[in-house]
Each structure stands twice: as C-alpha cells, then as structure tokens.
C-alpha cells in the first residue's frame, strides 16, 4: 500500500562500475540524484560505492552532499572524503560540524570573506574555491582569485583541494568557457593543479585532459550515474481501493460530476509524494508552456493524463491528486483492477519520495 522503487541492483550496480570507471576521479554527487530522497543514489549508494569501484581498480575518494545537514547521513555509510557543494557561510550547520567528521570535509568557499573566516576558525581546513562562471550562481571572479591566494599572509593555502566550476545546462559546448576559467586559475598562481567540473561530456572531459596533461580534472557526477540506466529503475503503486460510478455522480474533494460512466481507482501516491507536483524544467517552448497551462487548470477543463498505468496505458486523473492517494479515472469497458493489485508508475525521479526503496 505504498508508492515503491525496485531497483535491479545487479543491472544499476554494473552500471555504477562501468561509469566511475569510465569517469576516473569522478566525484559523485548525492545531491544531483535527487534533491533529497528521491532516487536510489540518495539512499543506498554510498554503502557499497567505493567497494564497488574498488574492484575494476577505481576507487571513489570523494562523494558530494548537497548542504552540511546531509553529512552525518553519508557519513556513516562512506568512508571517503565528504565535498559540501553549498557554499560556506559562518553561521548554521556549517559551524556545526563534528570534530570527528571535519577532518573528512571539504568545504566550498565562494567569497573572500568567507576564506578568511574559514582559515581563522580552523587553518587546517580543507576546501575549494568556486570559480563564478556563466552559471552567475555562486563563485569568484580572476581578480577575487588573485585576492583570495593572499589571504593567508605568510601562510600557505595548505588546504586548497581545488577550484570549483558549476557549469550551465543547455550549452551546445562548455570547451570554450572552460578554458578561459582555467586559464585564469593558471594566472592567480594558485597552489592547485586540480579541478572540478560539471556538466561535460566525455568528449570535453577528454579535451580538456589533453589541453591541460598537468591539471587534474576531477568530474562532479549525479543525474547520469545514478539515474543513468532507467531500466534499472521501477515504480510501483499499489491500487487502494475501486468504486464504479455512473455518469452524473459526484465525486472527490470538490464533488465534481462525472461526465460519464465508469470506475475510480484510488492508487498511492500523491502530493505529498510529489505525484501531480512538477520542478521547473526550463523548457520555454509553446508546448511545454501549454502542457503546464493544462495541468495548472485541471479543475477548469477537466481530466488530465497521470503518470499511472493500468494494462499498458496511462490513465486520467479523476481530480487533483491529494496527499497520498490519487483518484483515477477508468472508462467503461476497461479492465478494472483488483485492490491491492500493483500498477506502474512513471515519474520524475529528482521530484519525488518514495516510501520504499526496495534493491534486489
């Protein structure tokens, strides 16, 4: 009676092996699986994921967190080192840290302030620099860089892991831009040879290792690596409960009439699954936007498709999904299905929870 993942953990493990093999010195990235809990990669990943890699010869001595508040999660499940994507700020959970955990964090640091604060409160800390790019998120500019290597005075920035690059989607090529930035670490003097990177093919990646044979470059990798063989993946809703229902009867939260006859299979998953709710995809095109204006007007023009399916076909919402069931709409003469019977699901994976994430 629930909204469930069933993972293929033999099919998403080998691939898991052949990526980070593929990527060497990747650096897996737990918040890019799912903003949260969503996906496998979240949950069960990082106990294995280094066993894992170990035996093709590759090990993962890195994994990324999305914010502070994500470390004890991983901690106690990977033994490597911990890379907080969030830039640091001093204050909340990043002045939390456990003295037993921080000698394994590596922090993000995108303002001079912040540099010096971090190397005043502990000089021993390990971090690297974001470098602002045409993301315009977060990061330094060449002449920030050029600041942030005199910080420490006399000192060293014995700390320094590397240079961060967030790079934006939807870009024909990233070789250009980030070739430039890497140029412009090269013109700080920094005391790093390393650099990390997302969102580049392999093609640009094998580029860049050619351009630059004295630079490390290490790939923050999530979306492709968890989420990248979706037959792997599977989600399930169990069917709750069926009502027929004869045209011009009222149903649901808002007593609508039904406009013809039929039945109301009540399945799993709902709003507070993330099942009707959608992340912005930046898909600016007249579809996507008339799609979205459907969607947002269910109540308006009536049913719309849902991502469940009975026997093959998606279905239409009878209304609105609620919390956590969804109501169903099923036409006369379809095959009805029995309560407790599981149907197939399709959903965004970085915009929903599950209740169970089951890996065979």
């Known amino acids: ?28 990235s737990r918040r890019a699986t799912a903003t949260a809990s969503a996906t496998p990669g979240s949950r069960v990943a990082a106990p294995g994921l280094d066993e894992q890699a170990e035996t093709t010869g590759t090990r993962i001595e890195m994994m990324a967190v999305g914010t502070y508040l994500e470390l004890p999660q991983v901690a106690d499940r990977y033994p490597g080192d911990l890379l907080v994507l969030t830039p640091r700020r001093p204050l909340g959970a990043a002045l939390d840290v456990p003295e037993t955990l921080s000698p394994r964090v590596v922090h993000t640091v995108s303002r001079i302030a912040d ?3 971090l190397l ?30 005199k910080v420490p005075g006399e000192r060293t920035l014995s700390g320094l892991a590397g240079v961060a690059m967030h790079l934006p989607l939807n870009t024909a090529s990233h070789l250009g831009e980030v070739t430039r930035l890497i140029n412009d670490v090269v013109a700080t003097g920094l005391p790093t040879r390393t650099i990390f990177v997302s969102h580049l093919t392999r ?16 790939p923050r990798i999530g979306t ?18 069926v009502h027929a229902i004869e045209r011009g009867e009222t149903f649901g939260y808002r007593g609508r009439s039904m406009p013809k006859g039929g039945h109301i299979p009540v399945v799993s998953g709902g709003t507070a699954h993330g099942i009707g709710l959608e992340a912005p995809s930046g898909d600016q095109s007249l579809r996507s936007r008339a799609a979205t204006i459907a969607r ?31 109501m169903l709409f099923l036409p006369s003469g379809a095959r009805v299905p029995a309560v407790g019977e599981d149907i197939d699901v399709r ?12 890996v065979g």
């Open 1 to 28: 009676m629930s909204l469930v993942l069933s993972v293929d953990g033999e099919r998403w493990r080998k691939h898991l092996i052949e990526t980070t093999t593929a990527l060497p010195g990747s650096c897996p």
């Open 115 to 117: 540099v010096r604060d």
């Open 120 to 149: 005043e409160r502990a000089p021993d800390a390990r971090f690297v620099l974001e470098q602002l790019t045409s993301m315009r998120r977060h990061g330094m500019t060449r002449r920030e860089l050029l600041e942030a290597a």
């Open 203 to 218: 093609g640009e990646l094998a580029g860049l290792r050619t351009s630059y044979p004295d630079f490390t470059i290490r």
């Open 224 to 241: 492709d690596l968890w989420l990248g063989d979706r037959a792997a993946l599977k989600v399930r809703a169990t069917v709750l409960d």
């Open 296 to 326: 947002s007007g269910m109540d308006v023009v009536g049913p719309v498709r849902s991502p469940f399916s009975i026997d093959g076909k998606q279905r239409l919402f009878a209304e609105p999904p609620h919390m956590q069931a969804s």
């Open 347 to 358: 959903v965004r994976f970085t915009a929903t929870t599950f209740d169970r994430v089951d």
